[in-house]
């Protein structure tokens, strides 16, 4: 399983998380039932959801501050937890280059979300860059 795959699952719990009110754990444990991941992927999974979950008021307050026209109630369900991870990775995960976690934010959005998901989650990510001066990370 690719990083992509670990970050779709992470998403996956974090919207049960979100929506449905579920318990991360369970959410994780229910979904490994349904797909086979290595464990470095679930390592990867649950390191992104525990840290978004762990820094979700931040998060949160981040993506409010500069969503302007959108509150977060607002937003559609995958963009706002699609926006979580990427927030997450670009304030908190030194090791990802800013762009990767950006990139990656849209594909997702791309697959999951609906036909202008991908150029929001781009601009939000983008002003988080922007604003926050988050640096561009080479990629080892």
């Not at 369970?26 to 992927?41: D, H, I, N, P, T």
């Not at 026209?69 to 937890?81: C, F, G, K, Q, S």
């Not at 699609?82 to 990802?96: A, F, K, S, T, W």
């Amino acid at each position: 399983m690719r990083r992509r795959q670990a970050r779709e699952l992470a998403l996956k719990v974090l919207f049960q998380v979100d929506v449905a009110g579920a318990d991360a754990d369970e959410a994780m444990s229910f979904l490994l039932g349904e797909e086979k991941v290595s464990e470095r992927a679930l390592r990867f999974a649950t390191d992104l959801v525990r840290g978004t979950l762990e820094h979700l008021d931040e998060i949160d307050a981040t993506l409010a501050n500069l969503s302007r026209e959108w509150t977060l109630e607002r937003m559609a369900n995958i963009d706002r937890n699609v926006l979580r991870i990427g927030c997450y990775e670009l304030m908190y995960c030194d090791d990802i280059p800013a762009s990767v976690a950006i990139s990656e934010a849209i594909e997702i959005s791309r697959k999951y979300g609906d036909a202008e998901s991908s150029r929001f989650v781009n601009g939000i990510l983008g002003a988080i860059v922007q604003n926050l001066n988050v640096k561009s990370r080479a990629i080892d």
